[in-house]
Protein backbone atom coordinates (compact mmCIF):
# COMPACT_ATOMS: atom_id res chain seq x y z
CA UNK A 1 0.00 0.00 0.00
CA UNK A 2 1.09 3.33 -0.84
CA UNK A 3 0.50 6.51 1.09
CA UNK A 4 -0.30 7.44 4.52
CA UNK A 5 -3.49 4.95 4.97
CA UNK A 6 -6.65 6.49 5.83
CA UNK A 7 -8.70 6.10 9.19
CA UNK A 8 -12.20 6.35 9.55
CA UNK A 9 -13.89 3.56 8.21
CA UNK A 10 -13.22 1.77 4.69
CA UNK A 11 -17.04 1.73 4.14
CA UNK A 12 -19.35 4.03 4.46
CA UNK A 13 -23.31 3.56 3.43
CA UNK A 14 -25.84 6.05 3.96
CA UNK A 15 -29.81 5.03 3.44
CA UNK A 16 -28.67 3.29 0.68
CA UNK A 17 -32.05 2.30 -1.07
CA UNK A 18 -32.90 -0.23 -4.21
CA UNK A 19 -36.05 -0.88 -5.97
CA UNK A 20 -37.11 -3.28 -8.21
CA UNK A 21 -40.23 -2.05 -9.67
CA UNK A 22 -42.46 -1.14 -6.74
CA UNK A 23 -40.44 -3.98 -4.27
CA UNK A 24 -38.27 -2.56 -2.34
CA UNK A 25 -35.06 -5.12 -1.90
CA UNK A 26 -32.90 -2.48 0.19
CA UNK A 27 -34.28 0.12 2.16
CA UNK A 28 -32.52 3.03 3.63
CA UNK A 29 -29.53 1.19 4.91
CA UNK A 30 -27.10 2.91 6.96
CA UNK A 31 -23.65 1.55 8.26
CA UNK A 32 -20.17 1.84 8.72
CA UNK A 33 -17.37 -0.90 7.82
CA UNK A 34 -14.47 -1.06 10.43
CA UNK A 35 -11.24 -0.39 8.96
CA UNK A 36 -9.39 -3.86 9.35
CA UNK A 37 -12.29 -5.61 10.87
CA UNK A 38 -14.57 -9.07 9.35
CA UNK A 39 -17.70 -7.84 9.12
CA UNK A 40 -20.15 -10.60 9.03
CA UNK A 41 -23.57 -9.73 7.19
CA UNK A 42 -26.48 -12.25 8.22
CA UNK A 43 -30.12 -12.27 7.58
CA UNK A 44 -32.39 -14.72 5.76
CA UNK A 45 -32.49 -15.52 1.72
CA UNK A 46 -33.94 -12.50 0.15
CA UNK A 47 -33.24 -10.10 2.89
CA UNK A 48 -31.07 -7.41 0.20
CA UNK A 49 -27.63 -8.67 1.21
CA UNK A 50 -26.27 -9.61 -2.26
CA UNK A 51 -28.37 -6.60 -3.72
CA UNK A 52 -26.25 -4.15 -1.25
CA UNK A 53 -23.24 -5.53 -2.41
CA UNK A 54 -23.84 -5.34 -5.99
CA UNK A 55 -24.91 -1.59 -5.33
CA UNK A 56 -21.44 -1.13 -3.05
CA UNK A 57 -19.35 -2.74 -6.00
CA UNK A 58 -21.36 -0.83 -8.35
CA UNK A 59 -22.46 -3.58 -10.24
CA UNK A 60 -26.43 -1.94 -9.14
CA UNK A 61 -26.81 1.87 -9.55
CA UNK A 62 -28.67 2.95 -5.94
CA UNK A 63 -32.49 3.87 -6.14
CA UNK A 64 -31.16 6.40 -3.42
CA UNK A 65 -28.24 6.59 -0.81
CA UNK A 66 -24.48 7.05 -0.91
CA UNK A 67 -21.75 5.30 -0.66
CA UNK A 68 -18.06 6.27 0.61
CA UNK A 69 -14.57 4.07 0.39
CA UNK A 70 -12.25 5.23 2.12
CA UNK A 71 -14.01 8.71 2.71
CA UNK A 72 -14.38 9.36 -0.96
CA UNK A 73 -18.11 8.93 -2.45
CA UNK A 74 -17.91 6.19 -4.81
CA UNK A 75 -21.90 6.34 -5.26
CA UNK A 76 -22.98 5.21 -9.24
CA UNK A 77 -19.51 4.80 -10.31
CA UNK A 78 -18.98 1.58 -12.71
CA UNK A 79 -18.05 -1.65 -11.16
CA UNK A 80 -14.95 -1.38 -13.26
CA UNK A 81 -13.90 1.70 -11.59
CA UNK A 82 -13.80 0.48 -8.42
CA UNK A 83 -10.84 -2.35 -8.49
CA UNK A 84 -8.26 0.15 -9.01
CA UNK A 85 -9.57 2.16 -5.99
CA UNK A 86 -8.89 -0.91 -3.64
CA UNK A 87 -12.52 -2.80 -3.50
CA UNK A 88 -12.50 -6.61 -4.44
CA UNK A 89 -15.63 -8.53 -4.57
CA UNK A 90 -16.38 -12.61 -5.08
CA UNK A 91 -20.31 -13.69 -6.56
CA UNK A 92 -22.26 -15.37 -4.48
CA UNK A 93 -22.24 -18.00 -7.35
CA UNK A 94 -19.01 -18.56 -8.72
CA UNK A 95 -18.13 -16.36 -11.56
CA UNK A 96 -14.78 -17.91 -13.41
CA UNK A 97 -13.66 -17.24 -17.05
CA UNK A 98 -14.46 -20.91 -18.00
CA UNK A 99 -12.40 -20.82 -21.11
CA UNK A 100 -9.43 -19.28 -19.86
CA UNK A 101 -6.41 -21.18 -17.30
CA UNK A 102 -6.57 -20.69 -14.05
CA UNK A 103 -3.45 -18.77 -14.48
CA UNK A 104 -4.73 -16.70 -16.68
CA UNK A 105 -7.97 -15.87 -14.46
CA UNK A 106 -5.49 -14.88 -12.25
CA UNK A 107 -2.93 -12.67 -14.66
CA UNK A 108 -6.15 -10.59 -16.23
CA UNK A 109 -6.12 -9.05 -12.68
CA UNK A 110 -4.12 -6.15 -12.18
CA UNK A 111 -5.20 -2.89 -13.31
CA UNK A 112 -3.53 -0.77 -15.77
CA UNK A 113 -1.15 -3.29 -17.78
CA UNK A 114 0.64 -1.99 -20.75
CA UNK A 115 -0.10 -4.83 -22.86
CA UNK A 116 -3.96 -4.22 -21.69
CA UNK A 117 -4.10 -1.83 -24.54
CA UNK A 118 -3.77 -2.15 -28.37
CA UNK A 119 -1.20 0.22 -28.63
CA UNK A 120 0.77 -1.43 -25.50
CA UNK A 121 0.11 -5.25 -26.87
CA UNK A 122 1.59 -4.05 -30.66
CA UNK A 123 4.41 -1.53 -30.17
CA UNK A 124 5.13 -1.76 -26.18
CA UNK A 125 6.42 -5.14 -26.43
CA UNK A 126 9.55 -4.98 -23.98
CA UNK A 127 7.96 -2.83 -21.31
CA UNK A 128 4.82 -5.43 -21.64
CA UNK A 129 7.14 -8.38 -21.34
CA UNK A 130 8.92 -6.73 -18.16
CA UNK A 131 5.47 -6.29 -16.41
CA UNK A 132 4.03 -9.56 -17.98
CA UNK A 133 7.07 -11.43 -16.06
CA UNK A 134 6.23 -9.46 -12.55
CA UNK A 135 2.29 -10.07 -12.27
CA UNK A 136 3.22 -13.85 -13.19
CA UNK A 137 5.20 -14.03 -10.07
CA UNK A 138 3.02 -12.59 -8.29
CA UNK A 139 0.19 -14.48 -9.49
CA UNK A 140 1.89 -17.72 -8.95
CA UNK A 141 2.41 -16.50 -5.33
CA UNK A 142 -1.56 -16.07 -4.98
CA UNK A 143 -2.20 -19.30 -6.68
CA UNK A 144 0.16 -21.15 -3.83
CA UNK A 145 -1.40 -19.07 -1.37
CA UNK A 146 -4.52 -20.10 -1.94
CA UNK A 147 -3.32 -23.72 -2.80
CA UNK A 148 -3.99 -23.65 -6.36
CA UNK A 149 -0.91 -23.48 -7.36
CA UNK A 150 -1.06 -27.03 -9.01
CA UNK A 151 -3.89 -26.18 -10.86
CA UNK A 152 -2.41 -22.93 -12.81
CA UNK A 153 -2.63 -24.72 -16.21
CA UNK A 154 -6.24 -26.45 -15.78
CA UNK A 155 -8.98 -24.56 -17.75
CA UNK A 156 -11.32 -22.74 -14.82
CA UNK A 157 -14.42 -23.79 -15.63
CA UNK A 158 -13.02 -27.39 -14.97
CA UNK A 159 -12.45 -26.76 -11.04
CA UNK A 160 -14.68 -27.55 -8.15
CA UNK A 161 -16.71 -25.03 -6.72
CA UNK A 162 -15.09 -24.68 -3.54
CA UNK A 163 -11.79 -24.26 -5.40
CA UNK A 164 -13.75 -21.49 -7.77
CA UNK A 165 -14.63 -19.67 -4.46
CA UNK A 166 -10.47 -19.58 -3.86
CA UNK A 167 -9.64 -18.89 -7.25
CA UNK A 168 -12.17 -15.38 -6.94
CA UNK A 169 -10.30 -14.61 -3.88
CA UNK A 170 -7.16 -14.66 -5.61
CA UNK A 171 -8.18 -12.77 -8.69
CA UNK A 172 -9.63 -10.36 -6.08
CA UNK A 173 -6.43 -10.23 -4.49
CA UNK A 174 -4.05 -9.60 -7.46
CA UNK A 175 -5.52 -5.70 -7.15
CA UNK A 176 -3.69 -5.31 -3.21
CA UNK A 177 -7.42 -4.24 -2.42
CA UNK A 178 -8.26 -2.59 0.82
CA UNK A 179 -11.29 -4.01 1.25
CA UNK A 180 -12.93 -7.65 -0.11
CA UNK A 181 -16.91 -8.46 -0.09
CA UNK A 182 -17.53 -12.27 0.19
CA UNK A 183 -20.36 -12.97 -1.01
CA UNK A 184 -21.16 -16.88 0.86
CA UNK A 185 -17.32 -17.49 0.24
CA UNK A 186 -17.98 -20.91 2.70
CA UNK A 187 -21.37 -21.84 1.22
CA UNK A 188 -21.13 -25.35 -0.75
CA UNK A 189 -17.17 -25.46 -0.29
CA UNK A 190 -16.02 -28.72 1.34
CA UNK A 191 -14.92 -28.12 5.52
CA UNK A 192 -11.16 -28.60 4.16
CA UNK A 193 -11.14 -26.29 1.70
CA UNK A 194 -13.64 -24.31 3.90
CA UNK A 195 -10.51 -24.34 6.53
CA UNK A 196 -8.16 -23.00 4.43
CA UNK A 197 -10.10 -20.16 3.66
CA UNK A 198 -11.09 -19.27 6.54
CA UNK A 199 -7.27 -19.09 7.34
CA UNK A 200 -6.53 -17.12 4.42
CA UNK A 201 -8.94 -14.64 4.90
CA UNK A 202 -7.53 -14.06 8.48
CA UNK A 203 -3.98 -13.69 7.70
CA UNK A 204 -4.73 -11.16 4.78
CA UNK A 205 -6.73 -9.30 7.41
CA UNK A 206 -3.69 -9.46 9.28
CA UNK A 207 -1.93 -7.75 6.75
CA UNK A 208 -4.39 -5.12 6.94
CA UNK A 209 -7.37 -6.25 4.68
CA UNK A 210 -11.08 -5.65 5.56
CA UNK A 211 -13.54 -7.87 4.71
CA UNK A 212 -17.26 -8.44 4.71
CA UNK A 213 -18.47 -11.55 4.44
CA UNK A 214 -21.94 -12.08 3.81
CA UNK A 215 -22.85 -16.15 5.48
CA UNK A 216 -25.73 -18.38 6.87
CA UNK A 217 -23.06 -20.67 8.33
CA UNK A 218 -23.83 -19.10 11.76
CA UNK A 219 -21.30 -20.92 13.20
CA UNK A 220 -19.30 -19.46 11.18
CA UNK A 221 -20.02 -15.86 11.03
CA UNK A 222 -20.21 -16.61 15.24
CA UNK A 223 -16.56 -17.93 14.82
CA UNK A 224 -14.53 -15.76 12.54
CA UNK A 225 -16.52 -12.25 11.74
CA UNK A 226 -16.86 -9.22 14.07
CA UNK A 227 -18.69 -7.15 14.24
CA UNK A 228 -21.87 -8.67 12.43
CA UNK A 229 -24.92 -6.78 11.17
CA UNK A 230 -28.09 -8.60 10.31
CA UNK A 231 -30.70 -7.61 7.42
CA UNK A 232 -33.87 -8.75 7.12
CA UNK A 233 -36.40 -7.41 4.59
CA UNK A 234 -34.03 -4.92 3.00
CA UNK A 235 -33.09 -2.92 6.68
CA UNK A 236 -30.61 -3.36 9.39
CA UNK A 237 -32.52 -5.09 11.92
CA UNK A 238 -29.29 -5.70 14.09
CA UNK A 239 -25.62 -4.28 14.78
CA UNK A 240 -23.15 -4.98 17.12
CA UNK A 241 -20.42 -7.27 18.63
CA UNK A 242 -20.49 -10.69 18.34
CA UNK A 243 -20.92 -11.24 21.90
CA UNK A 244 -23.64 -8.80 21.62
CA UNK A 245 -25.61 -11.11 18.83
CA UNK A 246 -25.38 -14.19 20.22
CA UNK A 247 -26.68 -12.26 23.33
CA UNK A 248 -29.88 -10.92 21.48
CA UNK A 249 -33.21 -12.93 21.61
CA UNK A 250 -34.80 -11.49 18.84
CA UNK A 251 -31.52 -12.05 16.13
CA UNK A 252 -30.93 -16.05 18.14
CA UNK A 253 -34.97 -16.60 17.67
CA UNK A 254 -34.63 -15.38 14.05
CA UNK A 255 -31.18 -16.99 12.29
CA UNK A 256 -30.44 -19.46 15.17
CA UNK A 257 -33.62 -21.30 16.12
CA UNK A 258 -35.05 -20.78 19.19
CA UNK A 259 -33.64 -24.13 20.53
CA UNK A 260 -29.87 -22.34 20.62
CA UNK B 1 0.16 -27.63 -66.90
CA UNK B 2 0.02 -23.45 -66.58
CA UNK B 3 -3.27 -23.62 -66.67
CA UNK B 4 -3.56 -25.41 -63.49
CA UNK B 5 -1.27 -23.57 -61.88
CA UNK B 6 -2.80 -20.81 -63.08
CA UNK B 7 -5.84 -21.66 -61.29
CA UNK B 8 -4.15 -22.37 -57.92
CA UNK B 9 -2.77 -19.36 -57.98
CA UNK B 10 -6.32 -17.47 -58.28
CA UNK B 11 -7.61 -20.02 -55.98
CA UNK B 12 -5.25 -18.97 -53.18
CA UNK B 13 -5.77 -15.37 -53.89
CA UNK B 14 -9.28 -15.63 -53.04
CA UNK B 15 -9.01 -17.79 -50.01
CA UNK B 16 -6.13 -15.37 -49.16
CA UNK B 17 -8.89 -12.46 -49.04
CA UNK B 18 -11.15 -14.58 -47.33
CA UNK B 19 -8.59 -15.54 -44.61
CA UNK B 20 -8.13 -12.05 -44.14
CA UNK B 21 -11.98 -11.05 -43.26
CA UNK B 22 -12.43 -14.68 -41.27
CA UNK B 23 -9.03 -13.08 -39.34
CA UNK B 24 -11.64 -10.11 -38.51
CA UNK B 25 -13.94 -12.33 -37.68
CA UNK B 26 -12.20 -13.95 -34.93
CA UNK B 27 -11.35 -11.13 -33.61
CA UNK B 28 -14.78 -10.43 -33.27
CA UNK B 29 -16.11 -13.60 -32.42
CA UNK B 30 -13.74 -15.93 -31.10
CA UNK B 31 -12.15 -13.41 -29.14
CA UNK B 32 -14.71 -10.99 -27.61
CA UNK B 33 -17.68 -13.38 -28.44
CA UNK B 34 -19.48 -10.55 -30.05
CA UNK B 35 -21.71 -11.76 -32.98
CA UNK B 36 -21.36 -9.93 -36.72
CA UNK B 37 -24.18 -10.85 -38.74
CA UNK B 38 -23.22 -8.65 -40.98
CA UNK B 39 -19.57 -9.35 -42.24
CA UNK B 40 -20.30 -8.70 -45.68
CA UNK B 41 -21.47 -4.90 -44.95
CA UNK B 42 -17.87 -3.97 -43.86
CA UNK B 43 -15.61 -6.18 -46.47
CA UNK B 44 -17.93 -4.53 -49.02
CA UNK B 45 -17.49 -0.91 -47.47
CA UNK B 46 -14.07 -1.51 -47.74
CA UNK B 47 -14.18 -2.50 -51.47
CA UNK B 48 -16.85 -0.11 -52.23
CA UNK B 49 -14.84 3.29 -50.98
CA UNK B 50 -11.36 1.80 -51.88
CA UNK B 51 -13.11 1.35 -56.02
CA UNK B 52 -14.30 5.34 -55.67
CA UNK B 53 -10.80 6.19 -54.30
CA UNK B 54 -8.40 4.29 -56.48
CA UNK B 55 -10.73 3.25 -59.46
CA UNK B 56 -10.89 5.04 -62.93
CA UNK B 57 -13.26 7.90 -63.88
CA UNK B 58 -16.31 7.63 -65.62
CA UNK B 59 -18.15 10.09 -67.14
CA UNK B 60 -21.90 10.62 -65.34
CA UNK B 61 -19.98 8.13 -61.97
CA UNK B 62 -19.07 9.81 -58.70
CA UNK B 63 -15.54 8.58 -57.66
CA UNK B 64 -12.81 7.34 -60.21
CA UNK B 65 -10.38 9.76 -58.23
CA UNK B 66 -7.13 7.46 -59.70
CA UNK B 67 -5.78 7.53 -56.14
CA UNK B 68 -2.63 5.32 -55.21
CA UNK B 69 -3.66 1.93 -54.33
CA UNK B 70 -2.24 2.32 -50.78
CA UNK B 71 -4.12 5.63 -50.25
CA UNK B 72 -7.21 4.06 -51.53
CA UNK B 73 -7.28 1.04 -50.06
CA UNK B 74 -6.50 2.73 -46.61
CA UNK B 75 -9.72 4.94 -47.00
CA UNK B 76 -11.80 1.81 -47.56
CA UNK B 77 -10.34 0.34 -44.26
CA UNK B 78 -11.34 3.54 -42.47
CA UNK B 79 -15.06 3.46 -44.05
CA UNK B 80 -15.40 0.31 -42.59
CA UNK B 81 -13.78 0.80 -39.10
CA UNK B 82 -16.25 4.00 -39.38
CA UNK B 83 -19.24 2.22 -40.08
CA UNK B 84 -18.34 -0.16 -37.19
CA UNK B 85 -17.59 2.35 -34.46
CA UNK B 86 -20.92 4.58 -35.54
CA UNK B 87 -23.18 1.05 -35.20
CA UNK B 88 -20.74 -0.37 -32.52
CA UNK B 89 -21.51 2.72 -30.11
CA UNK B 90 -25.15 2.32 -31.10
CA UNK B 91 -25.33 -1.33 -29.79
CA UNK B 92 -22.97 -2.62 -27.66
CA UNK B 93 -23.87 -1.28 -24.57
CA UNK B 94 -27.19 -3.38 -25.38
CA UNK B 95 -27.75 -6.39 -24.76
CA UNK B 96 -26.03 -8.75 -27.09
CA UNK B 97 -28.44 -9.73 -29.74
CA UNK B 98 -29.11 -6.19 -30.72
CA UNK B 99 -25.46 -5.92 -32.16
CA UNK B 100 -26.37 -9.16 -34.26
CA UNK B 101 -29.36 -7.43 -35.73
CA UNK B 102 -27.97 -3.82 -36.28
CA UNK B 103 -25.34 -5.71 -38.02
CA UNK B 104 -27.82 -7.93 -40.41
CA UNK B 105 -29.89 -4.83 -40.78
CA UNK B 106 -26.51 -2.76 -42.35
CA UNK B 107 -25.79 -5.15 -44.59
CA UNK B 108 -28.92 -5.54 -46.19
CA UNK B 109 -29.14 -1.42 -46.19
CA UNK B 110 -25.53 -0.94 -47.62
CA UNK B 111 -26.77 -4.15 -50.29
CA UNK B 112 -30.08 -1.79 -51.24
CA UNK B 113 -27.61 1.41 -51.46
CA UNK B 114 -25.27 -0.34 -54.18
CA UNK B 115 -27.87 -1.43 -56.06
CA UNK B 116 -30.40 1.93 -55.90
CA UNK B 117 -27.67 4.79 -55.69
CA UNK B 118 -25.98 4.78 -59.04
CA UNK B 119 -24.81 7.82 -59.34
CA UNK B 120 -21.88 6.44 -56.60
CA UNK B 121 -22.02 2.67 -56.99
CA UNK B 122 -23.11 2.28 -60.29
CA UNK B 123 -25.79 0.29 -59.27
CA UNK B 124 -26.81 -3.34 -60.46
CA UNK B 125 -23.91 -3.52 -62.62
CA UNK B 126 -21.61 -2.04 -59.94
CA UNK B 127 -18.78 -0.48 -60.59
CA UNK B 128 -15.45 -1.72 -63.07
CA UNK B 129 -12.17 -0.41 -64.25
CA UNK B 130 -9.44 -0.49 -61.08
CA UNK B 131 -5.70 0.25 -61.79
CA UNK B 132 -4.12 -2.64 -60.43
CA UNK B 133 -1.07 -1.88 -57.86
CA UNK B 134 2.19 -2.15 -60.54
CA UNK B 135 0.63 -3.95 -62.79
CA UNK B 136 1.74 -2.31 -66.07
CA UNK B 137 5.46 -2.45 -64.78
CA UNK B 138 5.29 -6.56 -63.52
CA UNK B 139 3.16 -7.63 -66.86
CA UNK B 140 6.30 -6.22 -68.79
CA UNK B 141 8.39 -7.84 -66.69
CA UNK B 142 6.67 -11.11 -67.57
CA UNK B 143 6.84 -10.57 -71.16
CA UNK B 144 3.32 -9.19 -71.76
CA UNK B 145 2.09 -12.31 -70.09
CA UNK B 146 -0.49 -11.89 -66.96
CA UNK B 147 0.46 -14.95 -64.96
CA UNK B 148 3.62 -12.92 -63.30
CA UNK B 149 1.22 -10.54 -62.42
CA UNK B 150 -1.09 -13.11 -61.13
CA UNK B 151 1.88 -14.40 -58.80
CA UNK B 152 2.71 -11.25 -57.69
CA UNK B 153 -0.57 -10.40 -56.68
CA UNK B 154 -1.14 -13.13 -54.34
CA UNK B 155 1.98 -12.63 -52.99
CA UNK B 156 0.66 -8.93 -52.02
CA UNK B 157 -2.11 -10.86 -50.36
CA UNK B 158 -0.28 -14.01 -48.59
CA UNK B 159 1.58 -10.67 -46.73
CA UNK B 160 -1.26 -8.64 -45.95
CA UNK B 161 -2.50 -12.08 -44.36
CA UNK B 162 0.88 -12.42 -42.80
CA UNK B 163 0.67 -8.84 -41.23
CA UNK B 164 -2.73 -9.18 -39.92
CA UNK B 165 -2.19 -12.59 -39.12
CA UNK B 166 1.01 -11.55 -36.47
CA UNK B 167 -0.62 -8.38 -35.35
CA UNK B 168 -4.05 -10.16 -34.34
CA UNK B 169 -1.59 -13.18 -32.76
CA UNK B 170 0.33 -10.60 -30.69
CA UNK B 171 -2.53 -8.69 -30.29
CA UNK B 172 -4.79 -11.79 -28.47
CA UNK B 173 -1.42 -13.54 -26.89
CA UNK B 174 -0.94 -10.01 -24.84
CA UNK B 175 -3.09 -8.60 -21.78
CA UNK B 176 -5.31 -7.30 -24.35
CA UNK B 177 -6.78 -10.56 -25.31
CA UNK B 178 -6.89 -11.91 -21.98
CA UNK B 179 -9.01 -8.76 -20.71
CA UNK B 180 -11.48 -9.37 -23.93
CA UNK B 181 -11.76 -13.50 -23.65
CA UNK B 182 -12.52 -12.53 -19.99
CA UNK B 183 -15.56 -9.94 -20.89
CA UNK B 184 -16.02 -12.80 -23.73
CA UNK B 185 -16.61 -15.49 -20.96
CA UNK B 186 -18.61 -13.36 -18.06
CA UNK B 187 -18.69 -9.42 -18.45
CA UNK B 188 -19.98 -8.90 -14.65
CA UNK B 189 -16.90 -10.50 -13.56
CA UNK B 190 -14.69 -8.89 -15.90
CA UNK B 191 -15.77 -5.54 -15.05
CA UNK B 192 -15.31 -6.47 -11.09
CA UNK B 193 -11.71 -6.66 -11.53
CA UNK B 194 -11.82 -3.55 -13.31
CA UNK B 195 -12.20 -4.46 -17.50
CA UNK B 196 -14.15 -2.54 -19.22
CA UNK B 197 -16.53 -4.00 -21.21
CA UNK B 198 -17.67 -1.19 -23.80
CA UNK B 199 -14.38 0.17 -24.81
CA UNK B 200 -12.66 -3.34 -25.26
CA UNK B 201 -15.91 -4.35 -26.75
CA UNK B 202 -16.19 -1.25 -29.39
CA UNK B 203 -11.90 -1.92 -30.26
CA UNK B 204 -12.38 -5.28 -30.69
CA UNK B 205 -15.34 -4.67 -33.39
CA UNK B 206 -13.98 -1.62 -34.85
CA UNK B 207 -10.51 -3.72 -35.48
CA UNK B 208 -11.79 -6.45 -37.33
CA UNK B 209 -14.26 -4.61 -39.30
CA UNK B 210 -10.99 -2.61 -40.80
CA UNK B 211 -9.72 -6.30 -41.03
CA UNK B 212 -12.63 -7.51 -43.47
CA UNK B 213 -12.76 -3.55 -45.21
CA UNK B 214 -8.66 -4.26 -46.10
CA UNK B 215 -9.64 -7.62 -47.57
CA UNK B 216 -12.56 -6.02 -49.47
CA UNK B 217 -10.08 -3.36 -50.67
CA UNK B 218 -8.06 -6.57 -52.29
CA UNK B 219 -11.03 -8.04 -53.66
CA UNK B 220 -11.54 -4.75 -55.78
CA UNK B 221 -7.68 -4.89 -56.63
CA UNK B 222 -7.94 -8.29 -57.65
CA UNK B 223 -11.25 -8.72 -59.80
CA UNK B 224 -11.35 -4.61 -60.76
CA UNK B 225 -14.82 -4.79 -59.94
CA UNK B 226 -16.95 -4.59 -57.60
CA UNK B 227 -21.10 -5.42 -57.02
CA UNK B 228 -23.91 -5.00 -54.76
CA UNK B 229 -23.60 -9.32 -54.75
CA UNK B 230 -20.32 -8.60 -53.51
CA UNK B 231 -22.25 -7.56 -49.85
CA UNK B 232 -24.91 -10.52 -50.20
CA UNK B 233 -25.31 -12.42 -47.00
CA UNK B 234 -23.94 -15.59 -48.89
CA UNK B 235 -20.14 -14.25 -47.98
CA UNK B 236 -21.43 -13.58 -44.21
CA UNK B 237 -22.66 -16.87 -44.15
CA UNK B 238 -19.54 -18.65 -45.98
CA UNK B 239 -17.08 -16.39 -43.58
CA UNK B 240 -18.77 -17.96 -40.75
CA UNK B 241 -18.47 -21.54 -41.92
CA UNK B 242 -15.31 -20.90 -42.24
CA UNK B 243 -14.31 -19.72 -38.48
CA UNK B 244 -16.83 -22.54 -37.04
CA UNK B 245 -14.97 -25.24 -39.15
CA UNK B 246 -11.33 -24.03 -38.34
CA UNK B 247 -11.91 -23.31 -34.82
CA UNK B 248 -13.13 -19.79 -33.41
CA UNK B 249 -11.06 -18.43 -31.04
CA UNK B 250 -7.66 -19.98 -33.00
CA UNK B 251 -6.16 -17.47 -35.76
CA UNK B 252 -4.41 -20.73 -37.18
CA UNK B 253 -7.62 -22.18 -37.21
CA UNK B 254 -9.15 -19.48 -38.78
CA UNK B 255 -7.07 -19.11 -41.91
CA UNK B 256 -7.15 -23.16 -41.80
CA UNK B 257 -10.83 -22.61 -42.27
CA UNK B 258 -10.94 -20.32 -44.75
CA UNK B 259 -8.71 -22.79 -47.25
CA UNK B 260 -10.72 -25.16 -46.36
CA UNK B 261 -14.00 -24.03 -47.12
CA UNK B 262 -13.34 -22.29 -50.06
CA UNK B 263 -11.82 -25.57 -51.41
CA UNK B 264 -14.97 -27.71 -50.61
CA UNK B 265 -17.09 -24.50 -52.08
CA UNK B 266 -14.99 -23.86 -55.41
CA UNK B 267 -15.04 -28.12 -55.57
CA UNK B 268 -18.71 -28.67 -54.94
CA UNK B 269 -19.29 -25.60 -57.43
CA UNK B 270 -17.25 -27.66 -60.21
CA UNK B 271 -18.79 -31.49 -59.07
CA UNK B 272 -22.38 -29.85 -59.36
CA UNK B 273 -21.55 -28.28 -62.32
CA UNK B 274 -19.90 -31.44 -63.85
CA UNK B 275 -22.26 -33.95 -62.52
CA UNK B 276 -25.54 -32.68 -62.12
CA UNK B 277 -28.31 -33.48 -64.40
CA UNK B 278 -29.42 -30.58 -66.54
CA UNK B 279 -32.48 -29.79 -65.29
CA UNK B 280 -30.70 -28.71 -61.77
CA UNK B 281 -27.88 -26.79 -62.63
CA UNK B 282 -30.05 -23.66 -62.13
CA UNK B 283 -30.18 -24.72 -58.62
CA UNK B 284 -26.23 -25.31 -57.63
CA UNK B 285 -25.90 -22.09 -55.57
CA UNK B 286 -28.82 -23.30 -53.57
CA UNK B 287 -27.31 -26.74 -53.07
CA UNK B 288 -24.24 -25.64 -52.32
CA UNK B 289 -25.88 -23.40 -49.44
CA UNK B 290 -27.06 -26.70 -47.98
CA UNK B 291 -24.24 -28.39 -48.14
CA UNK B 292 -22.33 -25.56 -46.36
CA UNK B 293 -24.78 -24.75 -43.72
CA UNK B 294 -24.26 -28.71 -43.60
CA UNK B 295 -21.01 -28.48 -42.97
CA UNK B 296 -21.36 -25.47 -39.98
CA UNK B 297 -24.41 -28.16 -38.45
CA UNK B 298 -22.37 -31.14 -38.65
CA UNK B 299 -19.36 -29.50 -37.08
CA UNK B 300 -21.82 -28.03 -34.42
CA UNK B 301 -22.64 -31.46 -33.49
CA UNK B 302 -19.56 -32.81 -33.45
CA UNK B 303 -16.85 -30.69 -32.94
CA UNK B 304 -18.22 -27.17 -32.00
CA UNK B 305 -14.33 -26.56 -31.15
CA UNK B 306 -13.68 -26.39 -34.86
CA UNK B 307 -10.89 -28.24 -36.16
CA UNK B 308 -8.05 -26.34 -34.23
CA UNK B 309 -9.89 -25.17 -31.50
CA UNK B 310 -8.88 -22.42 -28.99
CA UNK B 311 -6.04 -22.88 -26.62
CA UNK B 312 -6.93 -22.52 -22.60
CA UNK B 313 -3.58 -21.45 -21.80
CA UNK B 314 -2.46 -17.92 -23.55
CA UNK B 315 0.86 -18.59 -24.19
CA UNK B 316 2.44 -21.99 -25.01
CA UNK B 317 3.99 -22.23 -21.64
CA UNK B 318 2.75 -21.14 -18.37
N1 LIG C 1 -32.43 -8.09 -10.54
C1 LIG C 1 -33.50 -8.26 -9.72
N2 LIG C 1 -34.75 -8.03 -10.16
C2 LIG C 1 -35.82 -8.17 -9.36
N3 LIG C 1 -35.74 -8.55 -8.08
C3 LIG C 1 -34.53 -8.81 -7.56
C4 LIG C 1 -33.34 -8.67 -8.36
N4 LIG C 1 -32.27 -8.98 -7.58
C5 LIG C 1 -32.76 -9.31 -6.39
N5 LIG C 1 -34.10 -9.19 -6.36
C6 LIG C 1 -34.98 -9.45 -5.20
O1 LIG C 1 -34.50 -8.66 -4.14
C7 LIG C 1 -34.58 -9.38 -2.92
C8 LIG C 1 -33.22 -9.43 -2.28
O2 LIG C 1 -32.39 -10.28 -3.06
P1 LIG C 1 -30.89 -10.58 -2.67
O3 LIG C 1 -30.31 -11.43 -3.70
O4 LIG C 1 -30.21 -9.29 -2.36
O5 LIG C 1 -31.09 -11.40 -1.32
P2 LIG C 1 -30.00 -12.10 -0.41
O6 LIG C 1 -30.14 -11.50 0.92
O7 LIG C 1 -28.67 -12.06 -1.04
O8 LIG C 1 -30.56 -13.57 -0.38
P3 LIG C 1 -29.79 -15.00 -0.38
O9 LIG C 1 -29.37 -15.23 1.01
O10 LIG C 1 -30.82 -15.95 -0.83
O11 LIG C 1 -28.65 -14.88 -1.33
C9 LIG C 1 -35.15 -10.76 -3.26
O12 LIG C 1 -36.53 -10.76 -3.00
C10 LIG C 1 -34.89 -10.89 -4.75
O13 LIG C 1 -35.88 -11.69 -5.34
MG1 LIG D 1 -27.38 -13.42 -1.82
Same mark, same amino acid.
Given at each position: ?????????? +??????????????????? !?? %????????????????????????????????????????? $?????? !?????????????????????????????? *??? $???????????????????????????????? %????????? $????????????? +????????????????? %???? *????? !???????????? +?????? !????????? %??????????? *?????????????????????????????? *? | ????????? /??????????????????????????????????????????????????????????????????????????????????????????????????????????????????????????????????????????????? /???????????????????????????????????????????????????? /?????????????????????????????????????????????????????? /????????????????????????????????????????????????????????????
Amino acid at each position: MTGPVPSGPV +LSVRGLTRDFGPFRAVDSV !SL %DIRRQSITGLIGPNGAGKTTLFNMVAGALKPTKGTVALNGA $DITGLP !SEALFARGLARTFQIPRPFRRMSVLDNVLL *APP $DQTGETVVGALFRRGRMATEEARIRDKARAIL %DFVTLGALA $DHPAGKISGGQMK +LLELARALMGDPTVILL %DEPA *AGVNP !SLARILVERIEE +LNQRGV !SFVIIEHDM %DFVMRHCDPVI *ALAEGRVVFQGTVAEAQADPLLLEAYLGTA *A | MIGVISYLV /FFATMAGILAIVVLGLNLQWGYTGLFNGGVAAFFGAGAYVTMLLGGRPEPGQFGGFLAPFPVAIVGGILFAGLIAWFFGVLTLRLRHDYLAIATFGVAIALESVARNAEWLTGGAKGLRGFPRPLEATITALGGGDNFLYGLF /FLALVLAVLAAVYVGLERLTRSPYGRALRAIREDEAAARSLGKNPVRLRLES /FVIGSMIMGAAGGLYVAFYAYVGPQDLAPILTFQVWAMLIVGGAGNNRGAVLGA /FLIWAAWTASGFALAALAPQAMQLYTGPIQYILIGSVIVGMLLWRPQGILPEQIRQQGRN
